[in-house]
């Protein structure tokens, strides 16, 4: 089928493109509701002061009047491209990072890295209690040689965050949402002082839990319309708790107030929608929602990852923005790093990494051979392997399993 409409920047009009549609009503602008032709310079202009993108009919559009490097950004059905998805959310060209070294190299500084930010941000939290001002500038020392490991292999990171054993779900919580959100932000390409602030503002957006009343957070059952509105102004005093230290940038703040604003308008404490919510609160929501199911609570038991990821495409276009959830979803996997996984050989194993361009055949170790029987010497399997290869049937993942499937222990597998 040859596309139709393209969604094009107004920055890539040109002159002869025929207008179909507008990023906002009509009725907001001195444009004929039907459409029309570009046909002058001062039609450009114009259109640069009413929207960001417009919808271009290529049928109807003049011959040879829109580039190829436009129509290179779509696939045959009209559907962007993942870089041209990326730049509209983000608002800029993104920065391609590759992985600069092998997870078991990474994972050995890695582990360092870890116990630094995870010591820090434990001090953090005791001061918060104790009523002290928070020490944002240690924190963001301890953050930065995160992000920088993030950003040169996400898998090691991701990998430490699951297997590591925590007491308080609201430490484990904030020190994973963390590496989510720098993961996220690598794949979206944004530079490393933007990670460094979504690190922040991840450790940060729910540190006004810790002068709400413990029984309330730590209830087993359902809270009442007062204690959940009790919960909200969480919102109101990290903002506050926040905003009286040093170092404290926009975008920490702007994840603390919209973190669990949602894109069709129901959440709180503004009721912001869509893209009136800033960016890295919508990613901020995201990962919070993420870990949160996949989390033991008090009041909850977590759900297996792949199920998570189930329920976090069904809240696309709902809670969340569609773009940003197909995204993320790129970058935890089908089957993200930490999941048990059975093999179509009955063989079980864990996953340890992803394949960027092969999200259903990551990099795992195999636990349990074709009998359900612990191995005596674990070992990686690669399930890209042999995919090129004439004649055979690689292994493949036959279904996800639950967290202590087949009485797995996951400090069998920590290392």
Not at 259 to 279: M, V
């Amino acid at each position: 089928m040859p596309i139709s409409v393209l969604k094009v920047r107004v920055d890539d009009l040109q002159l002869g493109m025929f207008v179909s549609s507008l990023d906002r009503p009509w009725l907001e602008t001195p444009y004929p509701i039907q459409g029309f032709r570009i046909l002058s310079e001062q039609d450009l202009r114009e259109l640069k002061r009413y929207c960001d993108y417009v919808y271009v009919d290529v049928q109807k559009s003049e011959d040879h009047s829109i580039p190829g490097h436009i129509l290179r950004e779509y696939d045959e059905c009209g559907r962007e491209s993942d870089a041209v998805q990326i730049r509209s959310l983000t608002g800029r060209a993104r920065i391609n990072y590759e992985k600069s070294k092998p997870r078991k190299e990474e994972l050995r500084s890695a582990r360092g890295h870890y116990q630094a930010v995870e010591s820090t941000y434990q001090t953090l939290l005791q001061d918060a209690e104790g009523d002290k001002q928070l020490k944002l500038p240690i924190l963001k020392r301890a953050i930065e040689p995160m992000v920088q490991s993030i950003t040169r292999n996400p898998d090691a990171f991701i990998w430490l965050a699951h297997l590591k054993s925590m007491d308080s779900y609201t430490y484990h919580h904030a020190l994973s949402c963390a590496v989510w959100a720098v993961a996220f932000g690598r794949h979206l390409g944004l530079p490393v002082n933007q990670l460094n602030s979504l690190a922040t503002g991840s450790f940060l957006f729910d540190i006004g839990k810790c002068r709400l009343p413990k029984e309330l957070l730590n209830n087993q059952r359902r809270l009442s319309i007062e204690e959940f509105e009790t919960v909200k102004q969480h919102v109101r005093i990290g903002l506050e708790m926040v905003k009286q230290t040093k170092g404290a940038d926009r975008m920490v703040l702007e994840m603390i107030r919209t973190h669990h604003e949602r894109h069709n308008g129901n959440g709180y404490p503004l009721g912001l929608s869509a893209e009136k919510i800033p960016l890295f609160g919508r990613i901020a929501g995201i990962v919070d929602a993420y870990d949160a199911i996949t989390s033991q609570r008090p009041f909850c038991r977590p759900l297996p990852a792949f199920e998570a990821i189930e329920q976090l495409y069904q809240w696309r276009g709902i809670d969340f923005q569609t773009e940003l959830v197909e995204q993320f979803i790129q970058v935890v996997g089908i089957y993200p790093v930490g999941s048990l996984v059975e093999l179509n050989n009955g063989s079980v194993g864990v996953v340890i990494g992803q394949n960027e361009h092969y999200r259903l055949r990551p990099l795992i170790m195999l636990l349990l051979d074709s009998d359900k029987q612990l191995l005596d010497e674990f070992h990686e399997l690669d399930l890209r392997a042999g995919l090129e290869s004439q004649g055979t049937t690689p292994p493949s993942i036959a279904r996800g399993l639950p967290p202590g499937a087949y009485e797995l222990d996951q400090s069998l597998y920590y290392f």
